[in-house]
């Protein structure tokens, strides 16, 4: 991931703005097509924002630190979630932590060296009755087990 | 134009706002309501807080702020109401119905004390080391609802580092409650935008853009969020061992000047009710202390008034005799630094409108270091100036780099309201008792124009008695110079003076309508600065900005707490003793004409007062790298 020069971004909040409207009430619109563009909201990105929405930068800082799925840091291409809550921890998320870990040589919270994976874990995404559950990016995997997350990292990489 | 001015951002509904009783109707109609069994009669509307404080029921409070905007957040006021399966926050509940509400059952005791409790598990730090010792929010209900001992435990360990980065606010995040009362101090009512709440949760923290130091945010050191703060989270960067040591050095000569509206304040530290002026008694401390010389900076606000006065004539000479269109009017005001950092920052393209004057503070540094120096002999840099003012911002604005135009640093040291109170009260001085006393020679006597500077309107009225006998030959027609528009707590206020007949070198003024406009708290700065954009101040010719609601008798370092009340009677202390006072105009000062006479031969807005009592300002921006 590439860090965004400064006008490019200028550019991408100028038409966000445009298509979702400068009220409040589009900050979070904005701030996720931002994220899901860039992987991550820059500093100069939230200034941005906070410009032209006309409010201040540490209130669009403060939506963005609320909201565990934006983030202030670049991340990896493949942001990788493993639920953490209740039912996937009794259906097995333990062994299916391990693995990502070892097969990703990454702790939880770590983003790889090449910028392509990205491990942390998350709170409940409704997948309950099918856990373990993890999300990549933006897609579901259910069901886990160490060989089927093995299988699905290796056609990542 | 006033009523264009778009309102704040907060929502209605969370606004402070005061239900007036009426005879019937909704709003404001009286309703029949009970509490703690007894019978009370409430205007429909109004907030269960607002009910028991009129009915004398206290009701504890800690987020709760008169001048912000509701948070409901600490859950310290909750009350219980019948048939509400909840306790209710009394400030955030609006009676609409006959409600029947105990404030001080069981069990909104118990839950009182258990937020207490909660609270004080995560506040980490001693009293006694602790800047808001004996006037802290917090400290006060652990007192009143006799907390012994820590229910939920007590954190033994420092968290966070404090934020010493900022020359005039400290910031420990150790002693923060989550009130969120500087965030919306910051955000409503300055409309700066330094703290905000981030993260979630447990994990909540008020913190500044990207957990950055104060000193690289854009923060204009009002310091209106340590007036409000409830704990000892924010305070104002002492410079008082420095004073000390200056003034225990025999080769040091100490002077001290102090600003208008700390007589009307500073008695509060001591105990008296709000509104006692105490300038004599003062002097005689800041004496009994060691200074070697105690100025008045009336002395300089008058001398700001003929330099900022001459400026504006000199501009409406230029834009209205010599058709020079590149002349920015209206001008506005520069004696406020935390205004002026805020121009800098957010508008920096307007900076052609400000007033070149340094404030008085600077002017009077200058003054000191060369004039001064001077007539006494002294070398210099020997010199060392104090400042005492109302204000956390001059401790930003004294080390300003281009604040040194005598050579020397103008001011050294700034020092707040509170903090010369410590120092009086670390003097063993009891200052209501002590005998009056009178400034220094040579700046000893000012103008009643000089002390209104201390409230919001006062430096448009000084320089409207000044501007006006000037160009007339006349005093202002308003009764004993009482130039009423000028006063009062409305946030933008507006008024006009014409000329007539006036003197024949002025002719190009005659019967001109000098408008003027006077704001105060950088949010109304703000709406100012907005309807200049949009082009609604053609016409008006000099405007009035404090960066603090109510001017400096409302500045971040003035004793603690703060309100709307107390913000006027400290007002009406600084105009009655103009009203007292034998001189009332700047220009009529002997100590200014004489100052004219020798040392600025020049005269006003002349080459050495440019060199010394002006200045030029930075186009900062509001981005943050």
Redesign the interface.
């Known amino acids: 991931m590439i860090f965004p020069d400064k006008n490019v971004l200028v550019n991408e909040v100028d038409t966000l703005v445009r298509k979702y409207g400068n009220g409040r009430e589009s900050l979070l619109p904005i701030l996720q097509d931002i994220q899901r563009k860039f992987g991550f909201i820059s500093?100069?990105a939230?200034?941005e924002v906070a410009?032209q929405l006309n409010?201040?930068?540490?209130?669009v800082?403060?939506v963005v630190?609320?909201y565990s799925f934006l983030s202030?840091e670049p991340k990896g291409k493949y942001v990788i979630r493993l639920c953490k809550t209740i039912s996937c921890e009794l259906a097995g998320k333990d062994a299916v932590a391990n693995t990502l870990e070892r097969e990703l040589n990454l702790k939880f919270g770590e983003t790889s060296m090449d910028r392509k994976f990205t491990l942390e874990y998350c709170h409940c995404i409704g997948m309950c009755d099918q856990g373990p559950a993890m999300l990549i990016n933006e897609s579901v995997y259910t069901k886990l087990t160490p060989s089927k997350v093995i299988e699905i990292i290796e056609s990542l990489k | 134009m006033a009523d264009k001015i778009v309102e704040g951002r907060a929502p209605v509904s969370q606004k402070p706002h005061t239900v007036e009783s009426k005879e019937n109707g909704d709003i404001g109609g009286l309703i029949e309501i009970e509490i703690n069994g007894r019978p009370y009669s409430v205007p429909f509307g109004i907030t269960i807080l607002e009910a028991c404080k009129r009915n004398n029921i206290h009701i504890p409070t800690l987020c709760y702020h008169e001048d912000l905007c509701l948070a409901g957040a600490c859950r310290v006021c909750v009350v219980e109401i019948e048939g509400i399966r909840t306790l209710q926050a009394a400030c955030a509940y609006p009676i609409t119905g006959k409600i029947k509400v105990w404030t001080t059952s069981e069990r909104v005791r118990k839950a009182r004390r258990h937020i207490l409790d909660l609270l004080l598990s995560e506040h980490y730090g001693e009293c006694y080391s602790c800047v808001r010792n004996n006037n802290c929010e917090l400290q006060t209900l652990a007192k009143e609802y006799g907390v012994d001992f820590y229910r939920f435990g007590h954190i033994k360990e420092k968290r966070y580092e404090v934020d010493r980065s900022s020359y005039a606010i400290v910031r420990d995040m150790d002693k923060c409650v989550l009130c969120k009362r500087c965030v919306r101090t910051c955000i409503d009512l300055q409309e700066v935008g330094v703290l905000e709440a981030t993260r979630r949760g447990y994990a909540t923290l008020i913190s500044t853009f990207m957990d950055k130091p104060m000193l690289d945010v854009i923060c204009i050191n009002c310091g209106q969020c340590i007036n409000r703060c409830p704990t000892g989270a924010l305070r104002a960067k002492d410079p008082s061992d420095d004073i000390w040591r200056a003034i225990d050095d025999p080769t040091k000569h100490v002077v001290i000047q102090t600003a208008p509206s700390i007589r009307a304040a500073i008695g509060e530290e001591f105990g008296l009710p709000p509104g006692n002026s105490m300038t004599g008694q003062m002097v005689t401390a800041l004496r009994m202390i060691g200074f070697d010389r105690v100025f008045d900076t009336n002395f300089a606000a008058d001398l700001t008034i003929m330099e900022e006065g001459t400026e504006l004539l000199l501009r409406l000479k230029r834009k209205l005799l010599f058709g020079d269109e590149t002349v920015k009017l209206p001008q506005f005001t520069s004696c406020s630094p935390g205004w002026i950092k805020f121009i800098e920052h957010f508008y920096p393209e307007y900076l052609e409108y400000l007033s070149t004057c340094k404030s008085p503070q600077q002017m009077f540094g200058a003054v000191i270091k060369t004039f001064y120096a001077q007539e006494m002999g002294l070398d210099p840099s020997n010199i060392i100036t104090v400042a005492v003012m109302p204000c956390t911002a001059k401790k930003f604005e004294c080390n300003r780099p281009e604040m040194n135009s005598s050579g020397f640093k103008d001011i050294d040291y700034g020092l707040t309201t509170r903090e010369l109170a410590q120092m009086i009260k670390e003097a063993g001085i009891y200052l209501p008792e002590l005998p009056k006393s009178h400034f220094d020679e040579p700046f000893g006597d000012a103008s009643g124009a000089g002390l209104i500077f201390g409230a919001t309107g006062g430096v448009m009225e000084a320089a409207l008695r000044t501007v006006y006998e000037i160009v007339t030959g006349r005093p202002v027609p308003f009764e004993n110079l009482a130039i009423t528009p000028c006063r009062g707590m409305d946030g933008v206020r507006q008024a006009s003076v014409v000329l007539n007949d006036v003197k024949d070198e002025w002719k190009f003024l005659e019967g001109i309508e000098l408008k003027f406009m006077i704001a105060h708290g950088t949010a109304n700065a703000k709406k100012v600065m907005e309807a200049l954009i949009r082009g609604e101040l053609e016409g008006y010719h000099f405007v009035e900005i404090m960066a603090c609601p109510g001017g400096c008798i409302g500045g971040g370092g003035q004793p603690i707490p703060t309100s709307p009340e107390i913000r006027k009677k400290r007002a009406e202390a600084i105009y009655k003793e103009d009203a007292e006072l034998p001189i009332r105009k700047s220009h009529e000062n002997p100590h200014i004409k004489y100052i004219y006479e020798k040392f600025l031969v020049d005269g006003p807005c002349g080459h050495i007062s440019h060199k010394l009592l002006h200045t030029h300002y930075t186009k900062r921006g509001k981005y943050i790298v």
């Open positions: 500093d100069f939230m200034q410009h409010i201040h930068p540490v209130e800082y403060g630190t609320f202030t």
